[in-house]
T-cell receptor, first 110, second 115 residues
Framework: SQQGEEDPQALSIQEGENATMNCSYK?????LQWYRQNSGRGLVHLIL?????REKHSGRLRVTLDTSKKSSSLLITASRAADTASYFC??????????FGTGTRLQVFP | EPEVTQTPSHQVTQMGQEVILRCVPI?????FYWYRQILGQKVEFLVS????????KSEIFDDQFSVERPDGSNFTLKIRSTKLEDSAMYFC?????????????FGPGTRLTVT
């Protein structure tokens, strides 16, 4: 399968804690993107990391990419209740279509 | 900030009926996409569109589906004869360039319910 897999499938934490979500994939990539989806809503782009980058930051978000292990992680620091959502990694392969992972449902309790 | 818009937000239709989902991509974007997400499942690519033709389509995108850019702003997805399994959230996306470090901007989605 070309699909990405994310773990954990679900994650529950308290406000202020850090949340780490992982994504693995099987084929080569041009870049990898992380998206957020609130329940029943649209997809919001969070961050894009290119295949030649190892780490990228955006505010409280930190993304790492290990192309040798074909994996990426998204870290949300100092989480807030408003961070509650599903988070998906999506990779761009040789074509211009995004292949989405299965997602991690994050629940942040106040 | 420019955004992708989609209409309607929710469409209910009977099995066998035709539906047209509409999208207005970001104005200077050249590449357009449709994705779908069945409830509780992952987002799946349907089709990409550039220069008034389909660039790529998935195996989901069978003869019942078609896309069109009827004018300079709208991008539509038509399902000719809907089936129950077409019930899903349909997302339109656009980007200024294909491949490379270009973000695909997604619309808020149309929830299609086939009864």
């Amino acid at each position: 399968s070309q699909q990405g897999e994310e773990d954990p499938q679900a994650l529950s934490i308290q406000e202020g804690e850090n949340a780490t979500m992982n994504c693995s994939y099987k084929t080569s990539i041009n870049n990898l993107q992380w998206y957020r989806q609130n329940s029943g809503r649209g997809l919001v782009h969070l961050i894009l990391i290119r295949s030649n980058e190892r780490e990228k930051h955006s505010g409280r978000l930190r993304v790492t990419l290990d192309t040798s292990k074909k994996s990426s992680s998204l870290l949300i620091t100092a989480s807030r209740a408003a961070d509650t959502a599903s988070y998906f990694c999506a990779r761009l392969q040789n074509t211009d279509k995004l292949i989405f992972g299965t997602g991690t449902r994050l629940q942040v309790f106040p | 900030e420019p955004e992708v818009t989609q209409t309607p937000s929710h469409q209910v239709t009977q099995m066998g009926q035709e539906v047209i989902l509409r999208c207005v991509p970001i104005s200077n974007h050249l590449y357009f996409y449709w994705y779908r997400q069945i409830l509780g499942q992952k987002v799946e690519f349907l089709v990409s569109f550039y220069n008034n033709e389909i660039s790529e389509k998935s195996e989901i995108f069978d003869d019942q589906f078609s896309v069109e850019r009827p004018d300079g702003s709208n991008f539509t997805l038509k399902i000719r004869s809907t089936k129950l399994e077409d019930s899903a959230m349909y997302f339109c996306a656009s980007t200024e360039e294909a491949g490379g470090p270009y973000e695909q901007y997604f619309g808020p989605g149309t929830r299609l319910t086939v009864t």
